[in-house]
């Protein structure tokens, strides 16, 4: 699979990024930590080479998970990881990064990234120059290869920016969320940051897997995620069935088709998760998946069908 420069830096990342938040658990349920090994091994047999993660996903299992699945060949990937938004202070951010080398088995981050800005999900403020301090300094160290940041607005990435080189915007952002689009984006194409979308499937909405009926398990943070529920839900599944015709020209799935379309936005490249191996082979499928200039457009029209209705809040669930 080819790769593509990450921002400015060295780091070199391939357009479909292995997703990991559900190798954490938290707030997902079946998930097995044995198929997750397996899934990571497979999308890296299948060109995959950039993994994302989080010290906050399940308390470090994810990173652990990634850790223990890709130990042998960590030289030929890319791991990217994040501090959580109760990190921030310089003392601790430098902890942090400590945690996240040990439980990802290596001596060096390829890019590391503020989860949340300072002050959301109930976070004490801290100033954006000292957190941008210690991962400067983890950056002169060799400990980390690059800074990226996580739902930043475009005034966030701006303030960070004069501290620092941010070389990623890691947003939510997929055909039926994207907000993105209105707001860091031009920020992020002026000064050659990569955008890397997370959520690029809708939490597994545009798979086209559930029906108009559909009712998460308990414990499952998708109920609450506003894509699923109401009007909005609805309008998803007529999207879906104007999307179906066009991935059954290319014999490739809904998933592939949405992730095809966002890899092919402006800086744009796409976490996407997995529960087994045939998802992560699937979704590294999706690079072969090559779209015509009308039918980016076409796609562009009837993922409207449910971006017109939401508002401007960039978070997807009702916390």
Same mark, same amino acid.
């Given at each position: 699979?080819?790769?593509?420069?990450?921002?400015?830096?060295?780091?070199?990342?391939?357009?479909?990024?292995?997703?990991?938040?559900?190798?954490?658990?938290?707030?997902?349920?079946?998930?097995?930590?044995?198929?997750?090994?397996?899934?990571?091994?497979?999308?890296?047999?299948?060109?995959?080479?950039?993994?994302?993660?989080?010290?906050?996903?399940?308390?470090?299992?994810?990173?652990?998970?990634?850790?223990?699945?890709?130990?042998?060949?960590?030289?030929?990937?890319?791991?990217? #990881?994040?501090?959580?938004? !109760?990190? =921030? @202070?310089?003392?601790?951010? /430098?902890? %942090?990064?400590?945690? +996240?080398?040990?439980?990802?088995?290596?001596?060096?981050?390829?890019?590391?990234?503020?989860?949340?800005?300072?002050?959301?999900?109930?976070?004490?403020?801290?100033?954006?120059?000292? #957190?941008?301090?210690?991962? !400067?300094? =983890? @950056?002169?160290?060799?400990? /980390?290869? %690059?800074?990226?940041? +996580?739902?930043?607005?475009?005034?966030?990435?701006?303030?960070?920016?004069?501290?620092?080189?941010?070389?990623?915007?890691?947003?939510?952002?997929?055909?039926?969320?994207?907000?993105?689009?209105?707001?860091?984006?031009?920020?992020?194409?002026?000064?050659?940051?990569?955008?890397?979308?997370?959520? +690029?499937?809708?939490?597994?909405?545009?798979?086209?897997?559930?029906?108009?009926?559909?009712?998460?398990?308990?414990?499952?943070?998708?109920?609450?995620?506003?894509?699923?529920?109401?009007?909005?839900?609805?309008?998803?599944?007529?999207?879906?069935?104007?999307?179906?015709?066009?991935?059954?020209?290319?014999?490739?799935?809904?998933?592939?088709?949405?992730?095809?379309?966002?890899?092919?936005?402006?800086?744009?490249?796409?976490?996407?998760?997995?529960?087994?191996?045939?998802?992560?082979?699937?979704?590294?499928?999706?690079?072969?998946?090559?779209?015509?200039?009308?039918?980016?457009?076409?796609?562009?029209?009837?993922?409207?069908?449910?971006?017109?209705?939401?508002?401007?809040?960039?978070?997807?669930?009702?916390?």
């Amino acid at each position: 699979m080819e790769t593509k420069a990450l921002g400015t830096s060295e780091v070199k990342i391939t357009p479909i990024i292995m997703g990991t938040w559900q190798a954490g658990k938290s707030r997902w349920v079946g998930i097995e930590d044995a198929e997750t090994i397996k899934g990571l091994r497979a999308g890296f047999e299948a060109g995959i080479t950039t993994v994302d993660t989080a010290e906050l996903y399940g308390k470090g299992h994810s990173e652990q998970i990634v850790g223990q699945a890709l130990a042998e060949v960590r030289d030929q990937l890319v791991y990217a #990881t994040k501090v959580c938004a !109760n990190h =921030l @202070k310089y003392d601790q951010v /430098i902890e %942090a990064c400590e945690g +996240s080398l040990k439980n990802l088995k290596t001596d060096y981050i390829d890019l590391y990234q503020i989860h949340w800005p300072s002050g959301t999900l109930g976070s004490e403020v801290v100033p954006i120059e000292e #957190t941008m301090s210690a991962l !400067n300094t =983890l @950056k002169e160290q060799g400990k /980390i290869r %690059a800074i990226g940041v +996580s739902n930043f607005s475009r005034s966030q990435l701006a303030e960070a920016s004069q501290y620092g080189r941010i070389d990623s915007l890691q947003p939510p952002y997929s055909l039926f969320w994207r907000q993105v689009e209105q707001d860091a984006m031009p920020f992020c194409v002026e000064h050659n940051i990569s955008i890397i979308g997370y959520s +690029s499937l809708a939490q597994g909405l545009l798979t086209g897997k559930f029906d108009p009926e559909h009712k998460f398990e308990e414990g499952d943070h998708r109920s609450k995620n506003k894509l699923f529920n109401g009007d909005n839900y609805q309008r998803a599944q007529q999207a879906l069935a104007q999307l179906r015709p066009i991935a059954e020209r290319h014999q490739c799935t809904l998933a592939q088709l949405s992730l095809a379309w966002l890899m092919s936005q402006p800086q744009t490249n796409a976490i996407a998760g997995f529960r087994n191996s045939a998802q992560a082979i699937d979704n590294a499928q999706a690079v072969e998946v090559k779209l015509s200039a009308d039918e980016l457009q076409d796609i562009d029209q009837i993922g409207r069908l449910v971006t017109d209705h939401l508002d401007d809040n960039p978070v997807m669930w009702d916390l």
